[in-house]
């Protein structure tokens, strides 16, 4: 009888990686015929069970215990968290640009034509759109942290190639990978926007923005510097050194977060999505177009400058040049302080039309005065230029992640591909306008963009809800102090259940904001008594809460 009840019982399905099948002892079995004895587990079973590839998968999977999701008590938006997310954006968004200041060392190293590596930054650049288009919308559909820290561990197995392979052919086609898995920053900043609190989301996108742009000075000086005392491959060393330290950081201490819209989405759905998404949001499309503008200036001074400066006007050597990028430090010294002194305390608007403003007056003093021999318009310029667009486009980002709040990283994908097309256009217009027409020719063409930017913002105004006007008048002050973009009442995504505040009153703020007809009195008045009900019903709730729960209901945000 209990020969045959062992028999009887299933094995354990998924035993854990690693650990021996015991079998249970019996007691003979009183019948006369021996038991047969069990046949072996074939191979292909055998490997689901005990391949090293599941174990790996089950290390690289867990995650540490004061990081898992609870959604009693879940993990809170830290300024530990903030720059974490900073440091392994910077230094993952550095790998597009190792390459750039060192391509006559790799054309030498390789022994081919120059014109043959000085497609590996065109190749990046297009592994980097790919990735923007068709892996950061799964940010809304996957769980953050497997999907990043899996994203940070493919780049850096194809690292390791680009340090060990002595191919062009080889290295191109690992640079192009590599560059599509290098769009974990793009996946980090609507993170940040679902995390930190709506009235200080801009200071937060900052310090993660001012470490993308600090990951790319250093790696351009970095490179130049490095290969000129070492080789190319002590670079690329290093950064993969930097991949695997991000690596290990986010395992050990990025938390874990449901997914955000775990909906039946299909994937074609979800990028479909993001054009309708244009056609929904006004507030995007102005963003996207200023975007555009914005960073095609950006591009086509950079690619710009290094003629300029190693031309005749000026004749640096290229170690100067490279080392000119330094000034960008001062837009991120002073990017955080003007975002949460100024951004988060009033309407995004504003800080996109000073940081216009910033781009249009550097780009005039630089185009006129540059041009002559002078290289304070260049410096002011890089400054100015630097700080302007850092400015417009982290209230931009505030501004959009407040239209759909479960669709952050398609509207932050929407946002980027314009942004990044902005780029192609800003470095192919650049170059050819300036072989045309000289350094003045160039910026000239770059105060027009600016020009269209300004455009675009003048058109429609802070408080208008439909595509073109400045209904509900010109003020450039919060009516909601706590919100990101001043009207939008919203709440943080990963909160407890007694925070879901109604929604009926935000709805009757938004139709207050509509209906402002151009007065600013009667809108505000309108979008006060909203944000009062919706604040009166998160107290009653609340209070509630607090009587009927056995735990005891704590309110830790609010609207």
Request: hydrophobic share 45%; net charge positive; proline share 8%.
């Amino acid at each position: 009888m209990t020969s045959q009840a062992t028999r009887d019982t299933p094995a354990d399905p998924n035993p854990t990686p690693g650990t021996p099948t015991h079998q249970t002892p019996t007691s003979p079995s009183p019948s006369p015929s021996p038991s047969p004895s069990p046949s072996p587990i074939p191979p292909s079973k055998r490997s689901l069970h005990s391949s090293p590839w599941r174990t790996l998968y089950a290390i690289l999977s867990w995650t540490p215990p004061r990081c898992r999701w609870d959604p009693a008590r879940p993990p809170q938006f830290s300024m530990s968290m903030n720059v974490l997310f900073a440091f392994a954006g910077g230094f993952t968004v550095a790998n597009l640009y190792y390459s750039h200041p060192i391509l006559n060392v790799l054309a030498r190293d390789f022994g081919v034509a120059y014109e043959e590596v000085a497609q590996i930054p065109t190749v990046m650049q297009a592994g980097y759109a790919a990735g923007l288009l068709f892996l950061c919308p799964l940010g809304d559909l996957l769980p953050r942290r497997p999907f990043v820290v899996g994203l940070v561990g493919v780049t850096v197995l194809m690292w390791l190639g680009l340090c060990l392979t002595t191919s062009l052919p080889t290295f191109t086609a690992l640079s192009f990978l590599a560059a599509i898995t290098t769009v974990t920053p793009q996946l980090m900043l609507p993170l940040v926007g679902d995390l930190a609190p709506p009235h200080r989301r801009a200071a937060a996108l900052s310090i993660v923005v001012s470490g993308l742009m600090l990951g790319i000075l250093t790696a351009r000086v970095l490179s130049g510097t490095l290969t000129n005392y070492t080789t190319w491959r002590a670079v690329y060393w290093l950064a993969l050194g930097l991949q695997t330290v991000i690596f290990a950081s986010l395992w050990l201490f990025m938390p874990a977060y449901p997914s955000t819209n775990p909906t039946g989405l299909t994937y074609a759905q979800l990028l479909a999505s993001i054009v309708r998404m244009l056609g929904r949001h006004p507030v995007l499309a102005q963003a996207c177009v200023t975007g555009f503008f914005t960073s095609a200036t950006f591009t086509a001074f950079w690619t710009t400058l290094t003629f300029l400066l190693a031309g005749p006007a000026y004749g640096y050597a290229p170690l100067a040049v490279g080392l000119f990028g330094l000034i960008g430090i001062a837009a991120l010294l002073c990017g955080p302080v003007y975002a949460r002194t100024v951004t988060d305390r009033f309407v995004p608007h504003l800080s996109v039309l000073v940081g216009l403003a910033c781009c249009l007056l550097g780009i005039s003093v630089g185009t006129y005065v540059g041009g002559s021999g002078h290289v304070a318009g260049p410096v002011l310029q890089a400054a100015l230029l630097d700080f302007g667009m850092q400015t417009a486009q982290i209230a931009n980002r505030s501004a959009i992640y407040a239209v759909e709040p479960q669709r952050r990283n398609g509207v932050n994908t929407a946002f980027m591909v314009a942004t990044f097309c902005g780029q192609l256009v800003g470095t192919a217009a650049g170059n050819h306008v300036y072989a045309r027409a000289g350094w003045v020719g160039s910026g000239s063409a770059s105060l027009g963009c600016i020009g269209c930017a300004i455009v675009a913002m003048g058109v429609r105004g802070p408080w208008e809800m439909g595509w073109v006007g400045w209904t509900g008048g010109w003020s450039m002050v919060k009516v909601d102090k706590n919100s990101a973009d001043g009207k939008t009442a919203e709440t943080a995504h990963h909160v407890r259940k007694e925070e879901v505040v109604d929604g009926g009153a935000e709805e009757k703020m938004l139709d207050g904001v509509a209906a402002g007809g151009g007065k600013q009195e009667p809108l505000k008045e309108s979008i006060q008594s909203g944000v009062e009900e919706v604040r009166s019903a998160e107290n009653r709730r609340s209070a509630e809460n607090v009587r009927t729960s056995t735990e005891g209901g704590i309110i830790m945000g609010q609207i």
